[in-house]
Structures are given as C-alpha cells and as structure tokens.
C-alpha cells in the first residue's frame, strides 16, 4: 500500500467549552486531491491550521514524509515542502510577478545576496522563475506588478510562488474564493494538473469544483469528520446529506 505523504490522528483542539477539532483523522495519499468541506464554523480552518503548525492541537499527531512534526513550527513544515496558501499570502505587491517568484525561488535555494537586482541578475534563479510562472499560466505577465494582477492571477502567482518550494504537499484554503465562473474554471484546470507536483489538501466551498476535482472527501461538521469517501460516496451520503449538503447538491 502506498504511504500517505501526510496523516493526521485524533486531533482535538478546544477553545473555551466548544470543541473545534474532535478526534479528526484525515490522510494525504501521493497524486491525490483530498477535500475538505463542511458548513461555516465547523472546524475547516482550525484543522489546517493545526497541519500547517499554526496551531498546536490539544492531543493527537501530526505526520508529514512519515515525520511527527506535531511540535514543529509554521516555517519548519514549510520548509519540509509543507505549502499553504491562499489565507496567508507572501506576495509583495509592489514587486513584479517575476521579482516575487525570483524571491521565492531564491528563498527556497538559499540564494540571499541581500538586493534584488543582483538577484534578478543570477540567470539561474531568474530561468527557474519563468518556468514556475509559465506553469500556472501567467505566461507574459512577468513585468506587472503584483498589485495590479486581477484577482484569479494573484492566485496563480501565489501558487507559483509555492512551486518554487518545491512542495511535497499543498494546503489550500479556498482557492476558488471571489473567482467567479471563468476564473473557477481556470484555477480548477491549475489544480487539476497541480496534483501531478504533490497532493492537495483542500479547503472550499464550491461544490461543483469540489465534485469535479476531489479523489476522495472528508465532511466536517462540529469539529468531527462525519464521513470520508469518493464523491459518489458522499453525494449519497444521506447523513451527509442531512447535515451539510441539501438536496439540491445531490442531483
Ligand atoms: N482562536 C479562536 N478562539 C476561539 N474560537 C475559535 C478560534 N478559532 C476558531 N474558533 C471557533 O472554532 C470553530 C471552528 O472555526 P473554523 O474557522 O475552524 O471553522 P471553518 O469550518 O473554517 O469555518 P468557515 O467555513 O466559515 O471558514 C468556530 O465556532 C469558531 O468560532
């Protein structure tokens, strides 16, 4: 059987009296994209918090590369290729597309020379760049700068500069977020061919890209996963159904 590249066992995390996490198990299998749904407050966000290091659960582990990182921090895990995006974004708006893909992939290398320009000088880093930014389809964008980019290609930029970590396993929260139809459909595509680069974890709310994208589906609600399978599996879950999905998104 193949090794999941990361599990999670039993976590529990409280705030006060209200349980956001109770006794969750949840595992990344390599090529997969594994999604998370459930409704507000159930626990999504506190989850992935706990997996990307943010939060340290009360009991339970963490296993990322068959590691325990469980007491490790945010930028330990990060740099074991652990990349999560889109609520904590690193983008320096003021800098090009190619300028914060040249950081990125100069921090992943260890590159520091202290000034950007020397940097964008150092053909390696910036032929690296240009491939990782070509890749999520930001193909001739490399001089605008990152504030002016629409709101889709912030996103691709963002995931650019994760390729840059060359990440083992991707987070990601939402990714779908305020995209609209066209730009659902595009990150959709991305996300698609993403999980050929590591396995996705993967927080959202939209259904029909859940539904289109998603190997396997975990449901959250109250802290505790109700059910996790393929998404035939869930769509005919009648306890999911009940507690999360309604009738209309079952068709
Ligand atoms: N730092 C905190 N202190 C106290 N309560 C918290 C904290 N963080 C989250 N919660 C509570 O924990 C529960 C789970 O919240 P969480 O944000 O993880 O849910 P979610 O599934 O991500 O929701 P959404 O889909 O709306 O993003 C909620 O009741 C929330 O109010």
């Known amino acids: 059987m193949t090794d999941p590249v990361l599990s999670v ?15 969750v198990s ?7 994209i594994h999604a998370l749904i459930g409704p507000n407050g159930a626990g ?12 340290r659960p009360d009991s339970g582990t963490v296993e990322f590369l068959g590691q325990d990182v469980t007491t490790l921090g945010t930028a330990a895990r990060a740099r074991m290729g652990l990349a999560r995006s889109f609520q904590v974004s690193s983008v320096v708006p003021d800098f090009t597309v190619l300028q914060n ?3 990125a992939v100069q ?14 000088k150092a053909t390696g880093l910036t032929e690296a760049a240009i491939n990782f930014i070509d890749q999520v389809g930001l193909t001739g964008r490399y001089t605008i700068h ?13 995931i650019a500069m994760a390729l ?11 990714p779908m977020a305020g995209l609209g139809v066209e730009g659902t459909g595009e990150m959709t595509k991305l996300l698609d061919q993403l999980r050929h680069k590591a396995p996705i974890l993967l927080v959202e709310h939209d259904m029909d890209a859940v539904f289109k994208l998603a190997d396997r ?27 999360y999905l309604g009738e209309e998104a079952v068709l």
């Open 9 to 23: 066992r039993n976590i529990s995390k409280s705030f006060g009296a209200l349980k956001a996490s109770d006794e």
């Open 26 to 32: 949840i595992g990344l299998l390599p090529g997969e």
């Open 44 to 55: 999504k966000s506190t989850l992935i918090s706990q997996i990307a290091g943010g939060l």
């Open 101 to 103: 893909v040249v950081l």
């Open 107 to 120: 921090g992943a290398t260890g590159h520091w020379m202290g000034f950007l320009r020397p940097v964008m």
């Open 146 to 158: 990152a504030a002016d980019l629409a709101h889709g290609e912030r996103r691709k930029l963002e």
């Open 164 to 174: 840059a970590l060359s990440p083992k396993a991707f987070l990601l929260d939402e």
């Open 217 to 243: 589906i975990s449901v959250l609600v109250y802290g505790r996963v109700i059910a996790t399978g393929s998404v035939d599996e869930i769509r005919t879950n009648s306890e999911v159904q009940r507690a």
